[in-house]
């Protein structure tokens, strides 16, 4: 408390944004001294994330003190109720709101109060929220400016919930609904008829997903750079074959434990020219002969993809996580062949493209556990900011 408040008298009041996520040490009597010290407020945002400290007091003082507040994060603060969600509500002028991982005070009724009180979000997450129905979820259509919603781990939501509210919301450009599993056909052909600008699509552990599905939004959506879609069991290895013939412009993709195929991973190898990082883990259906090709493939022309314009950046594969592959589902049959590629990449065969091999680490369910916290939180605006997330002992200032 005390080194947050020497922060705040030697950086006087050009305060623009406070991140105290993670600190555990803080108390809520000094951060609410932080926020009204200055009679001008010019602070613009606001994040508690991961603070057990935080009750409801300072998140309303936050929304009542700081007028031209645009930003607020309480991410995975178990102390907050209800009442801290409906003094957020009533801040009209908040453009980004993360309340994820906050099942005890995200509820239908507060998600109804964020849909009408804070007409221009562009920003939601409300991951890992359990207490979300269908109906709650349905008031989100009237947040028609959203350029970003990640509703994952919400496992009550239905199919037909996710495609009504993703049919308002033609602005999306990240789309993220992980470990929702009734998620399926109406949610991605609603995806690629109308989110046509979308950059990101997280469809990780949702096995309802048809071909058809698929197809529609990796041919649509031709902005797309991110796709993540492991565990998406029902997309067959020729559903995984559009991903080669439509996404020229990706340049991360996950399709760990999925039908793929060696034939549609070399296909990927020749068509996706701006991919840098591809996550292959457990997908028992390529071989090491079909890895190898692909990275072939890659090498053979150079592994960077040459600019078509001047000061467009280059691009190159520098990754691949192909743990499992080429191995049987308890790691034993095939390791020689395994072993035989590991001394290759070590002696340097494969330039600077990073390859990881072996067996994997976790099951599946425990990789969705670690994958389902944090998303990454974009710095705002101009000016100075004090940043000390996840300190636990002294901080100092960052301008």
Excluded at 76 to 90: E, M, Q
Excluded at 91 to 112: A, F, H, K, Q, R
Excluded at 137 to 149: C, G, I, K, T
Excluded at 359 to 382: F, N, S, Y
Aim: proline residues 4%; glycine residues 10%; charged residues 20%.
């Amino acid at each position: 408390d005390e080194a947050l408040m020497l922060i705040f008298s030697s950086t006087g009041e050009s305060i623009r944004s406070i991140d105290v996520s993670g600190c555990i040490n803080l108390t809520s009597q000094h951060t609410t001294a932080l926020l009204t010290a200055s009679e001008d407020n010019i602070i613009e945002a606001v994040r508690f994330n991961d603070c057990e400290w935080v009750e409801d007091d300072a998140v309303i003082l936050a929304t009542s003190a700081c007028r031209k507040l645009n930003t607020i994060a309480v991410s995975n603060c178990p102390r907050l109720t209800a009442f801290a969600i409906l003094g957020i509500a009533h801040c009209s002028g908040i453009t980004s709101l993360d309340v994820s991982m906050n099942p005890g005070s995200i509820t239908d009724e507060t998600v109804t109060l964020i849909a009408r009180g804070m007409p221009a979000l562009r920003y939601l997450d409300i991951s890992a929220c359990d207490a979300l129905s269908p109906d709650g979820f349905a008031s989100l259509a009237s947040l028609v400016h959203l350029r970003y919603l990640d509703l994952g781990g919400n496992m009550g939501l239905s199919d037909e919930a996710v495609s009504a509210v993703v049919h308002r919301l033609p602005h999306l450009i990240t789309f993220k609904a992980m470990m929702i599993p009734a998620i399926g056909g109406m949610t991605t052909n609603m995806l690629g008829s109308v989110c046509l600008n979308l950059k990101i699509v997280d469809l990780s552990f949702c096995a309802m997903i048809p071909d058809v599905g698929f197809r529609i939004v990796v041919r649509n959506c031709i902005m797309l750079e991110q796709l993540s879609v492991p565990w998406c069991e029902s997309v067959t290895a020729r559903g995984m074959e559009y991903i080669a013939s439509f996404g020229k412009r990706l340049v991360r993709l996950n399709v760990s434990n999925t039908r793929l195929e060696d034939a549609g991973l070399v296909a990927i190898g020749e068509s996706c020219l701006r991919l840098q990082h591809l996550t292959l883990v457990d997908c028992h259906g390529i071989t090491i002969q079909g890895l190898e090709a692909f990275v072939a493939k890659v090498m053979a022309r150079g592994g960077v993809y040459t600019p078509s314009r001047l000061g467009d950046p280059p691009w190159g594969l520098t990754f691949v996580d192909a743990r499992g592959v080429g191995l049987n589902r308890t790691g034993n049959v095939g390791k020689a062949k395994v072993a035989a590629l590991q001394s290759k990449r070590d002696w340097g065969g494969f330039g600077k493209l990073n390859l990881l091999l072996g067996p994997a680490e976790a099951p599946p369910v425990e990789q969705a556990k670690k994958a389902l916290p944090h998303l990454k939180r974009p710095a705002i605006g101009d000016g100075a900011r004090v940043g000390v997330s996840g300190h636990r002992g002294s901080i100092s200032p960052t301008r």
